[in-house]
Structures are given as C-alpha cells and as structure tokens.
C-alpha cells in the first residue's frame, strides 16, 4: 500500500486554498494557524473543511516523525465581513 506523503498532503492543502477566500484554518484552544496552513485562505466552509480535515491528515503524519508536535482542534473561521452602515429615516410627525 503506498501511503501519501506530507508533500501530497501540503500540495492537496495549497491547492484548495484561494487569496482570496474569506475563511481560513486556527487551533480552537490556541487560536494559532496550524501548520501547514500559516497564512491560507479558502474560498468557502466546504473547502476549508475539506483543508481541515487534510490538515489533520498531515499533522497526524508528521507527528510519526515527532511526536512532540503539538496537537490542534483544527476550526473553521470566517473573516468577519464588514457591511455598510444603514441611513436612519427620521420621521416628521408635524405634517
């Protein structure tokens, strides 16, 4: 059986990411962007999830060859999205 290695497993990560996507990959408890994940960014929660759950592939592999990596609740995060402030409609009440 041929096992995919940590480079197919970034490759699969990097290849899902967009630089332009509003969702990105952090450690619940720790709020860090895990490894190999620093700086990506994912065009949608399906992908990000499917990022995620590559990313926990990944670090499950790594962790063969050091076993004191740390261990990450890997979430999906969404950038908050900024919306235009509405008008207040003042009413005249002499008329």
Same mark, same amino acid.
């Given at each position: 059986?041929?096992?995919?290695?940590?480079?197919?497993?970034?490759?699969?990560?990097?290849?899902?990411?967009?630089?332009?996507?509003?969702?990105?990959?952090?450690?619940? $408890?720790?709020? !860090?962007?895990?490894?190999?994940?620093?700086?990506?960014?994912? =065009?949608?929660? +399906? @992908?990000?999830?499917?990022?995620?759950?590559?990313?926990?592939?990944?670090?499950?592999?790594?962790?063969?060859?050091?076993? $004191?990596?740390? !261990?990450?609740?890997?979430?999906?995060?969404?950038?908050?999205? =900024?919306?235009? +402030? @509405?008008?207040?409609?003042?009413?005249?009440?002499?008329?």
């Amino acid at each position: 059986m041929i096992e995919t290695t940590l480079v197919d497993l970034r490759e699969q990560i990097e290849a899902l990411s967009n630089e332009d996507g509003a969702f990105y990959l952090i450690c619940g $408890r720790t709020g !860090s962007q895990p490894v190999p994940t620093t700086g990506l960014r994912f =065009e949608s929660r +399906p @992908t990000a999830r499917a990022a995620a759950w590559t990313t926990k592939q990944y670090r499950t592999a790594l962790r063969r060859y050091d076993p $004191r990596l740390p !261990s990450h609740d890997i979430i999906v995060c969404q950038e908050a999205i =900024e919306t235009e +402030p @509405t008008e207040q409609l003042t009413v005249d009440a002499s008329e």
